[in-house]
């Protein structure tokens, strides 16, 4: 799937008419904790919002509880007012987040990772042309100031020769 390690959560999450129906009554901090967990755990398994462990393992209450630390019964509270509210949906055995692909934008990341991969594919590509076009320069460049420390160089051992007495040869 796509190794995405974060998950999308809207804004004005608190105005949504589920959460502000999960968060009143008294322990609905802890209904919305359940929630966001059960949403990193669908991110986890990587399985378009499925809440398995591992390949077609579905996660049962009891695997909820032991993960997020609450009994087995509150659990059980939790996700059947999920299931009431159409937040999780059940196929066969296992759990779902609803609408994962939708408050996900699941396409919307496939695109921004195609876009990313077409603009370094261009990016690499310009960078390669124009290495290649300043290693012929580089190479002219460096061939030319050889050549001209080497006159430099045969200059001075001719004056230095002149000095010397030598004969003069000009260049």
Known sequence: ??????????????????IQIILKPSDGDTYFRVWMQLIA??????NGGRLEIGKNNP??????????????KKIQKITEEFLKLEMLIKEGETFL??????YQSI???????????????????????????????????????????????????IREENENGFREYKM
């Open 1 to 18: 799937m796509y190794g995405i390690d974060w998950f999308k959560t809207d804004a004005n999450i608190f105005s949504n008419r589920k």
């Open 41 to 46: 755990i669908a991110t986890e398994c990587n």
């Open 59 to 72: 996660m049962t209450v009891e695997d909820f509880s032991k993960i997020m630390g609450k009994s087995k």
């Open 107 to 157: 396409e919307k990341y496939e695109k921004y990772q195609m876009q990313n991969r077409e603009r370094q594919r261009r990016y690499r590509e310009k960078n390669k042309s124009e290495n290649e076009k300043s290693n012929v320069i580089k190479t002219l460049s460096n061939t030319e100031e050889k050549n001209i420390k080497n006159k430099e160089i045969i200059k001075e051992n």
């Open 97 to 102: 987040i609803k609408n994962w692909d939708k």
